[in-house]
């Protein structure tokens, strides 16, 4: 059987041409591709925030060693036992000016709802270096310490004696060759001054105008006068006194808190709740699960932090079942609430600690103030 007849030319079919539409997709598609792959490596001017380590105020804590260690050691502690928990939430920061996320990175976090894309001077000011960011994060947090266990001894009733304290004199600022560190500040204008908020609220009400501030130096008491300058601080234009005040305070109890790479204030409401059940006889928690995240003041006063909405979804995964955030963050809380766990509002202390002995005690939980929006209460 003949299969193929050689005297026949085979002539190929002709080629088919693109159409314009195809070419123009195709190269589109090119350039696309490219502009990806070029913007992958490419360094961005945003950071990416995100839920950070959790950890119990009434557990451990891994110290510098990478020894587990109690978190809270208070003396003559309460033996009774617990099997609830008051988790302190942090946030992770994933980039610095020395490396920032690359763009596919951020596309990936826009679409996280428990990340967030946030510009890079927002988080690492221009004039400020990596290492100096770190080093005043450390400082606000060892200043959250000693607030909230002044904070949490004055709920238990002990008597805590507190002092205004210069800290930092800037070279160039309204105090310099006038205040000297160590000067401990006793009154503002006649009135006498027990907290940093005091004065700080004192010098903004005087829109400029000069200070007489009561001092005691090396033991004598004198009075200076200080005429406030316009700046800028975290990004809001203030009276400044060109000086950097902390609290000191004479603890009667010796409260040891020990917690690792963990920098900031927001800690401090759950330390002083962690102290608190400490301190008392009973479990405060009533074997339930509580997060939470606020500053806090010696008199108990509860402020607003940064990455509220990363701290609930880090609440979320470690397992909470309510969360305790702070009043002033209440609008970046509604909508933003994970499934499974309720929020309740607070502004003080005893506010915290009524959230807590309601749900232990199964009382009324509508009663007590939430962020608008929050999600039903868990089972």
Not at 45 to 52: A, E, K, N
Not at 95 to 124: C, K, Y
Not at 259 to 270: H, L, R, W, Y
Not at 319 to 347: K, M, T, Y
């Amino acid at each position: 059987m003949t299969l193929f007849d050689e005297n026949v030319a085979v002539v190929p079919a002709p080629r088919r041409r693109w159409s314009r539409s195809t070419v123009f997709g195709v190269w589109a598609l090119a350039v696309a591709t490219l502009i990806l792959f070029v913007f992958t490596f490419l360094p961005s001017p945003y950071v990416i925030q995100q839920p950070g380590p959790v950890l119990n105020t009434l557990g451990t804590s891994p110290n510098a060693d990478g020894e587990d260690v109690p978190l809270i050691t208070v003396p003559d502690e309460d033996e009774t036992s617990t099997e609830g928990r008051l988790d302190l939430l942090t946030v992770q920061v994933n980039g610095n000016r020395e490396r920032t996320p690359s763009w596919m990175e951020l596309a990936l976090a826009w679409f996280d709802p428990s990340r967030a894309v946030v510009p890079l001077d927002r988080i690492f000011p221009t004039d400020q270096t990596t290492e100096e960011r770190n080093t005043e994060n450390a400082a606000l947090m060892s200043d959250s310490q000693l607030e909230a266990s002044a904070a949490a001894l004055r709920e238990l009733g002990y008597d805590v004696p507190q002092e205004i304290v210069v800290g930092t004199v800037a070279d160039d600022g309204a105090s310099a060759g006038v205040l000297d560190l160590g000067d401990v500040i006793t009154s503002l204008d006649g009135t006498p001054v027990s907290s940093v908020e005091e004065v700080r609220a004192a010098v903004q009400s005087g829109e400029g105008a000069p200070v007489t501030l009561g001092i005691e130096r090396e033991g004598a008491e004198t009075s200076v006068s200080v005429t406030p300058r316009w700046g800028e601080v975290n990004g809001q234009q203030q009276w400044l006194l060109g000086v950097g005040l902390t609290a000191a305070f004479d603890l009667p109890v010796d409260v040891k808190i020990q917690i690792n790479n963990v920098g900031g204030p927001s800690a401090g409401m759950m330390f002083a709740l962690g102290i608190i059940d400490k301190m008392s006889p009973g479990d405060l928690t009533g074997g339930e699960h509580f997060a939470g995240t606020g500053t806090i003041d010696a008199q108990g006063n509860v402020g607003g932090i940064g990455g509220i909405r990363q701290k609930l979804f880090g609440a979320r995964d470690a397992g909470a079942a309510w969360f305790l955030a702070p009043q002033a963050n209440c609008n970046e809380v509604v909508g933003h609430v994970p499934d499974g766990i309720r929020v309740f509002a607070v502004s003080t202390l005893e506010e915290a600690l009524t959230v807590l002995e309601t749900v232990r005690d199964r009382g009324d939980l509508d009663a007590l103030a939430t962020c608008d929006g929050t999600s039903a209460p868990a089972s």
